[in-house]
């Protein structure tokens, strides 16, 4: 269980819940026993159905029972027409869609809506674009939510054959604009980039880039402390994804860019993000001009031991890289 | 329930309470005391509701204006006032603000509303646009990180500064540290100082976020007032405050009337409080009833001497003027900080609403204007700021408007989008010559006291006054003061709006509710409208929970 | 100041579990028995009371939950699943009872999960669920029963690096985002497979050393709350790429025995709230491979004792 406030509660209380309780157990073990019973009998009528869902209802992680629901699902789609199918599968996603709102980390909600997506003689992609596009709304963070949108975007793709890959990048876009503190979304940038230029290779990839350095750049001088916007950054300047740049090329890039994090370092002198990118593109631009690093460095890395000393063997030994 | 009781005589009535206005403040004591059990009496020599703080119709409007000019009997806190109605308006289809206010989405008075479930009387709308008044135009203000980091006209260090500050002040009554020595300073040298922040960025925080009228206005003050634009933004959505439909305070003070009845208390318009017996404790009303109070009286007419006088004034525009108003919305803030109207000392609000806040009928707005400046000089500073907004709305909704821009006086930025100075753009903007003139449906200007003491009853009195509205554009210190009169009738505030309502809330039905709305606003998203997914307030509004 | 390590606490904690016979989640938890047996035997095994469960109900638990295609469920009557075979292998090595079921058709169940194309793997055979901590719960499962060479360990290892992001972590599948639970997994299964080579160890130390926030507790990803699951998965992350004193672990120690319940025993995610099996396994393996308390030494590849890793069949 996560963040679950713990209680101390009296012995009267306990044995109140112990008493509520008790009635909950009988009813459920006797739920339990029916659906398990049905299923010994192959049972796959809608009866059957209808005792899966009250189970699921209360506990969408009993796995076995999604299992069960599926078998009799796909019973009683063999004597259906496609409508029906159809209309029997849309019941279901309206079922599943609130059991999301209620559990919108449960892996086994998630599985059951992809088979029923599969099993579906004419899937909407379009409604489950923006069934998770509300849900990203709700929770911008939930890897399952952004998971199951790269499959909705997939079979959304094979079914139309056109790509997706600008419409997902702008979607980053508009996520990263209502708030940068996002990781997700960064992430999907940094695979959604490589493909948009691969895609329409008409994109002026230094122009990309110089972009996307303009954007982030915005980020790390609105808010330092943040991790994946510098993260992004150092992708962005340092990867060959995007575009492969000479060995001076790069340097400039390089210079560039601690340039940039110079003045804000002297704005906000104990930013340890600031520090420590410098370190790397400094040791960077060291280590293509094939000369040693700057004395800067050791002091940069000085500093970080003094502000962030939870970290402190890790810039000892970056230290003796150098 | 409470109801007043017929005695044996017959011509004598009896209450607990007996309160004389039905202003904003009083109104909120009335509810307060009747959930409590007490027998109130609630009075109002208007035939409408919230005293100073409602909002009326034009022939109401008129029986105002007389009324406030006639210095004998105006016991109310307006004076001097000048109207001009145009011919052919329909006086029903116009609801005026007489001291318009705006709610913050996090503030006392809000959670108050809920806890009393008067918000369920009202209408509420979203109020996300603030504009600055700033070389000829208006600039919106940036309010939220995402405001500053998507800025295209602030310089990196700038965003900077901002944020750092930002981040300071949501938290700032623990950092004592930074502001302590500065604490009755002008807030401006604070920010200036301890900041590095620029002149244009603390003439936007103090005046449209903090919406305060001078950055001369203590830091201590000040902060509290900043943050309370900032931590106001995504309570709902991406706005800070709200507005009621049909004028705020009115039909706030309306609501909590409402909520008063149902728990018992007795409600008279159109009546008049004639006199007061200390000894008998009879109030004597204009109708020749006697009520004997047995605890207090409260009245908000009469009595209240005003420390400071500030102007209003109030246009009503043949313009829907929805240029300046978010997707959405139907309000809008501006203001003109000090000395961007040829001198003044100290700012000029303007809150514009649309006709989507019921004020007004479709293509039409009002603009109500309002500064700390009195007399005169208030009224000139008003005038000029007038006439800015009718260049302004005029320059923007016109369709033929064309300028020069030489090619050299556009930078691109690295994203390639193109920036014009703006000071070449407010030239331009100033000797633009519009070719239509604006129409004014209806112009109002007055004088209104504001009182800065806090209530107090006199010594063995069993009268207390409440005090008038404030000069806040926001509802500053309403519960408090609330909370200050019902102690001083019940002795605490233990109790105050402590209320079972004795109803259902379950919330499998709430859950299944949200889920419903959710699966229709999707199927309804026809279009694969990714980018501008925009939840619905109309939704939240009804069930304002928090 | 944190308190000590309640050792006597959670070993009773750990036995007390399957008598709360009244509570509604012990029924509504079913579906978590193997694994719970899995996280409080290993507990008490890093504690020095391998014997607190009974070693015989806990073999003839696991051979009950045994499907006639060789996979495991999480308890009688519910259906195979890759993790919980997983769970009961583990169970049963432990107790050193792998003669207990039949290697061969354990192997063939979770081979047959394996897509000969990718080299992902499914966590069951109904359905198509791939993960990357499918792949590792299959190539730990058959290291332990000395069957890997049944499985295809380059395409997996392939597919692994497939999911390698910019950061340097791993996420579930390729495209996905780096996320501690997920970079263990993909790490202990290159461990496995001989395969560290093909990790950015620099990089990916550094992330994961950025986990450790001020109160000393680790996080999953970037601007995450702290819990002490990732204690572990960070960790043992760290502990495979040799960076284990990367991060603080006096202060991470103290956000663990902070997480303790004083009064029934077992920890928490964080401090002050509800205990349970899962934490308290996980913040004790932590606190083992940060070398404190007195407690066994457990292997950051397996989660499981070191004591009895010598038993592997290479």
Known sequence: MHSVKRERTSAKVREEKRRREAVKIVEYKALVDKVLTSRKNHDYTPGALALTTTLLKQNPEYYTVWNYRREILSSIFQTQTADTIQSQIDNELQFLFARLIEFPKCYWIWNHRKWCLQSSPSPSWKFELALVTKMLDRDARNFHGWHYRRYVVQCTEKATGKSMVRHEFDYTTTKINANFSNFSAWHNRTKLIPRLLTEEPEIDARKLLGNEIYLITQAIYTDPDDQSVWLYHRWLVTSDDIVKLSSDERKDLLEKEIKSIQELLEVEPDSKWCLQSLVVYKGLVATLAGERVESSVHGYLDKLQEIDPMRKKRYEDWKTQF | MAT??????????????????????????????????????????????????????????????????????????????????????????????????????????????????????????????????????????????????????????????????????????????????????????????????????????????????????????????????????????????????????????????????????????????????????????????????????????????????????????????????AEGESAAVVVFPVDTLDGNRFAVQVLVMGSGSGQCPSGQAIWYLSTQESGEQGRKYLYVALEKLEETILRESTENFEFDVNEEEISYLPNGLPVISSVRLGESLRNFTPKESLKYLLKLTYSQKVTVRPIEPTADSKVICTIAPSIDLAFEGIVDQAKGLYELVTGTTDDFFEVDFEDEDDDATATAAAADTDIRDIAEDKEDDVMGHHSDFEEVAGEMTI | MAPEFMREKHIAYIQSLDSKQDELEYWLSEHLRMSGIYWGLTALNLMGARDALPREKTIEYVKSCQHPNGGFGAHPGHDPHLLYTLYAIQILFIQDALDAVDADIVAKYVTSLQDPETGTVRGDVTGDEVDTRFVYAAMQCLSILGKLDQFDVAKAVEYIDQCKNYDGGYGLVPGAESHAGQIFTCLAALAIANRLDLVDKDLLSWWLCERQLPSGGLNGRPEKLPDVCYSWWVLSSLAILGRLDWIDRQKLREFILDAQDDEQGGIADRKGDMVDVFHTHFGIAALSLLGFENLEPVNPVYCLPERIMGRLKM
């Not at chain 2, 479930?117 to 208006?138: A, C, M, N």
């Not at chain 2, 920010?191 to 103090?206: C, K, S």
Request: hydrophobic share 40%; proline share 4%.
């Open chain 2, 4 to 325: 007043t009781t017929t005695s044996a005589a017959g011509s004598t009535e009896t209450c607990d309470v007996l309160i004389y206005g039905t202003g904003l403040v009083e109104s909120i004591v009335a509810a307060a005391l009747a959930w409590q059990g007490t027998n109130v009496l609630h009075i109002d020599s208007n035939p409408y509701y919230g005293g100073s703080w409602a909002a009326l119709n034009l022939d109401e409007l008129k029986a105002w204006t007389d009324r406030v000019n006639e210095a004998a009997s105006n016991n109310t806190p307006f004076s001097d006032a000048y109207l001009y109605i145009s011919r052919n308006l329909d006086p029903r289809k116009y609801a005026i603000d007489l001291s318009p206010h705006i709610l913050f989405t996090r503030s006392d008075l809000l959670n108050l509303l809920i806890k009393s479930r008067v918000s369920r009387y009202l209408e509420f709308k979203p109020l996300g646009s603030f504009h600055t008044f700033e070389q000829d135009s208006f600039e919106k203000v940036p309010g939220t990180k995402e405001d500053i980091f998507t800025s295209q006209t602030l310089t990196l260090l700038t965003k900077r500064s901002l944020m750092r500050f930002m981040k300071f002040v949501l938290d700032w009554e623990q950092n004592t540290t930074v502001w302590q020595e500065y604490k009755d300073e002008p807030i401006s040298k604070f920010l200036e100082e301890r900041f590095a922040l620029d002149a244009p960025q603390i003439v936007e925080l103090v005046h449209s976020i903090g919406l305060l009228p001078t950055p001369k206005a203590p830091t201590e003050l000040a902060l509290g007032a900043i943050k309370r634009y900032l931590t106001s933004m995504q309570v709902y959505g991406n706005f800070p405050a709200m507005y009621s439909m049909y004028g705020t305070g009115g039909e706030l003070a309306q609501g909590f009337c409402r909520s008063a009845a149902v728990a018992g208390a007795v409600y008279r318009l159109g009546t008049k409080l004639i006199g007061f017996d200390e000894t008998t404790s009879d109030a004597e009303l204009d109708s020749g009833e006697k009520i004997k109070v047995t605890e207090k009286i409260i009245s908000s007419e009469g009595v209240v001497a005003g420390d400071e006088e500030i102007t209003r004034m109030v246009a009503v525009v043949e313009k829907d003027c929805k240029e300046w108003f």
